[in-house]
């Protein structure tokens, strides 16, 4: 999971493992789940924010990728979302 800090060149990596739990009455596993990130998503909801508001200025996506450290790709599905 990436977060976003004020220096953009040296962003925070944390590894996080969404543990997942066995229901004892029907053997199924579920996910937890965390306040940072969105079930099966690897990108922290306050980059996702912080892209989402450099979106609104007049800036090309290429840019806002280079400056949050993301790929284009993440840019755009954020943008669609």
Same mark, same amino acid.
């Given at each position: 999971m990436r977060i976003i800090t004020a220096d953009a060149s040296k962003p925070i990596t944390i590894k996080l493992r969404k543990q997942r739990?066995?229901? =004892?009455?029907?053997?199924?596993? +579920?996910? %937890?789940?965390?306040?940072? /990130? =969105?079930?099966?998503?690897?990108? +922290?909801? %306050?980059?996702?924010?912080? /892209?989402?508001?450099?979106?609104?200025?007049?800036?090309?996506?290429?840019s806002i990728a280079r400056k949050h450290n993301l790929s284009v790709n993440t840019?755009?599905?954020?943008l669609e979302s």
């Open positions: 739990i066995p229901c =004892n009455a029907c053997l199924k596993r +579920s996910m %937890a789940q965390f306040s940072l /990130v =969105n079930k099966y998503c690897h990108i +922290s909801n %306050a980059s996702k924010r912080k /892209v989402l508001a450099a979106l609104t200025e007049d800036r090309s996506m290429t840019v755009q599905r954020v």
